[in-house]
């Protein structure tokens, strides 16, 4: 039985050094010469490590993710042993959250690989559902993040504080509606083949701190953190130092998983602190006041997101800079902040709506009218044109 358990552990620890490994080389090893390049180059007068000309593989952070779960579910005994290599690539690769997610565990879907059901119904509600995502991405998302487009094309310090604000405030929506349009239409996709989702968006943006954000927003890999990182370190259990350690180590991960670079570094870091001090402090303020709640996740949900947003550091001070007016700068256009909420204030207001539960409850009242039907009729076809004749404009999330 000992001998069983040190083998399972060895075959454990060299699944798990295959999987990071394969995801190291290919997200990450330009990210770390970079970084050797830095001391390498002022030791030897210049000369450094070239990079490598790598391809990011479509979604490996999230297939990566699915199949970690897998083997450590296994060794724990969570999840059986599927011997069927086809049903297992299946679960792995299944096309609608094979690019963007959401993350599926093994144990969620195991009996779905055996054993689905689908039919007329269901396909009608998948398709519904893949048309509200898909108007989310193509109606919101991709018209709201012109205002991003144009405000990096004007250049950060020839903006307005103003419009440094509500260029965040923007971004902040895109970035929401792309990846909650995305799961829906994947979640809708598998509907239509028997297949039922997790979902990953629970209204975020109605949140009254970042600790309750973070469990609505892409819940599937706040999951898989807690579930797979998180516990094992200890999570709470083990004191307020052992806690923020853990915090540390979990918000370093996440930071990293979104991108290699140090922008998704420090974003993680920034959460880290606020998520902890939060815990700590004051989350039982913010939970009792809905005033003050409000206010911090007004200020807190733009700013994370730009640093987010904006890859290099210098670029992100100067905007930071922009916002709080501290940064100089020549602004091109006195009146830039009118002109571009005249332009876009109507996406904001419907934004907003659909930020909370307002949309999602008329639509699971009305789902099975015709005037739903025709009103998601127009919405496709609308979202078809739109991409036919507009650029390409791919989801933000397949960077990662």
Known sequence: MKRNKVYSRIWLIAALLFNFGVLFFFKY??????????PLKAITHGTGIASLELG???????????AVAYVIDLYRGDCKENPNLFRFATYLVMFPKLVSGPIAVYGDMEDQLEERRYGLFKFEKGLKLFVVGLGMKVLIANRIGILWNDIQTIGFESISTPLAWLGSFGYSLQLYFDFQGYSLMAIGIGRMLGFHLPENFNHPYMSKSMTEFWRRWHMTLGAWFRNYVYIPLGGNRKGNRRLAINMLVVWLLTGLWHGASWNFVLWGLVLFLLILLEKLYFKRILDNSRIIARIYMLLAIPLTWTLFAISNLRDAGIYFGRMFGIVPGINVNAGDFLKYLGQYKWLFLVGLFFCFPYGKRLFEKFQNSIFCTAFLFLVFWYSIYLLANGVNNPFLYFQF
């Open 56 to 66: 990011l593989p479509l979604g490996i952070s999230f297939y990566t993710f699915q």
């Open 29 to 38: 090893i330009n990210f770390a010469i970079e970084n050797i390049n830095v």
